[in-house]
């Protein structure tokens, strides 16, 4: 071989072999040590990273939740809560809020049942002792108002925000209209920037038949808060007594995509259609609830008038014969029945039925009068406001009669009369814990006597 022309050069390592299998076992050593430490590193991290990513969104959740429940999109807030117990299972957080969303829906048995599970799962007494409180003054079951709404504004962390529509929805209840009015003028100064008080100033224009300022008032709240749901519903209210069902339909339709199931506005909605004569839209609407058994009473009605209008007097029949057994004194059902069992050739259901539509006929010619001495004054006793409701509730319009007989026990809690009424119409809706209420109040009375 040829001398080559590079010098060459030894290290240290050429002149101790040993020290050099040393080194590279030292090498080998520490890069497996490394691989280990990178391996225990990674089995630490990577359950952290999935803990930290499903906590974000976790709190995530929460926070949509917090956010819905503030805007009282109840059913949102339930989808939701819904969706964190198919992941974590359920707790006592989810728990409460869901025990809240059904206080705002007036749902007294899931909010009890989810209480007592908030409860049992560990969450904070105090809150919950607050919730049933707010769940009290809200359906105006308090002894005293005034010292319940003392306690709640009392508490360690007073939510305004919850506190204030309980508030309002009680002292309404009660038809403390003055009490109500003095409540919103200071939540105004404490929360200026709150929905609720354009709400429920809109809500007592509507009460007062000033649709002008009603939709002032709801309109600019619905501005200011879309996401906002129960101002979509009073506004419907609001544009129905101005007699735009243009918008009525376009606020109703709003307000549903948030509560599906809500039957009285779906029952508003099909009159707010039938009223642009979009009649075959109202059927659509109504009919899959009276085939499962849901649909209101004034929503068969609804139906039963546009079967009428069709000519087709079996499905009057079909549609309204249940609701005369409930409320056979009901004169705008026995008219319907008696022209629908008339076409059909029974003249003897046809007669009974008009019979008692004649019976009612004078009573529900005197709604007008009636209503025009309450309304200017003249009338300012209970039995003046409970002859208009029990004849509404009766023979004409059940909400309108409730309305009537509130009144009446608004102005003598005492006047028994009106509280058989709200018997028979919570025994007949199947709502036994509302007319249990009253029932006791009259055995109450009646042992005192």
Known sequence: MGASNFPILLTLDDMDPK?????????????????????????????????GYYRNRYTSTIQRIEKSLAMWDDQAALREIKNIENTTGLSAESAFYR??????????????????????????????????????????????????????????????????????????????????DAFLNFWSETDPKTPWIDFFRGMLAIS?????????????CAKSYPEFVPVY??????????????????????YLKSNKDDLDAIGVLGTALVNLDRVDEVARLFEPWVESGKATIDMRL????????????????????????????????????????????????????????????????????????????????AQQHYELGHILLHKQSREDGLYWLNLALGIDETFLPAHEDM????????????????????NLRRGVQ
């Open 19 to 51: 020290s050099a299998r040393d080194k590279k076992a030292r090498v080998v050593r520490n890069s497996g040590w490394s691989s280990i430490r990178l391996g225990i590193l990674l089995a630490i991290l990577m359950p952290l990273a999935v803990f």
């Open 302 to 381: 609804t139906l039963a008038r546009i079967y009428s209008g069709k000519n087709e007097p079996k499905k009057v029949v079909d549609i309204l014969s249940s609701v005369a057994a409930l409320w056979p004194e009901d004169v705008r059902i026995a008219n319907l029945l008696s022209q629908a069992h008339q076409a059909l050739g029974n003249n003897a259901e046809s007669d009974r039925f008009a019979k008692v539509a004649e019976t009612g006929q004078a009573d529900v010619q005197s709604i007008d009068g009636r209503l025009a001495r309450l309304m200017s004054g003249t009338d300012r006793q």
């Open 99 to 180: 025990a809240r969303a059904y206080r705002h829906k007036g749902d007294d048995v899931a909010f009890s049942q989810f209480a007592g599970i908030a409860k049992q799962l560990g969450y904070p007494e105090e809150k919950l002792s607050t919730e049933r409180l707010l769940r009290d003054i809200q359906g105006g079951l308090v002894p005293s108002m005034d010292t319940a709404i003392a306690k709640a504004m009392a508490t360690a962390d007073p939510e305004i925000s919850e506190i204030g529509p309980a508030v309002v929805y009680g002292r309404l209840g009660k038809l403390e209209f003055d009490k109500a």
């Open 208 to 220: 007062g038949r000033d649709a002008d300022r009603a939709t002032e008032l709801l309109e600019r």
């Open 233 to 254: 519903r009073q506004l419907a209210s609001a544009y129905l007594q101005s007699r735009d069902s243009e918008r009525a339909v376009l606020a109703l339709q709003r």
């Open 423 to 442: 018997v028979t119409y919570y025994t007949r809706v199947n709502k036994p814990d509302l007319a249990a209420r009253h029932q006791r109040y009259m």
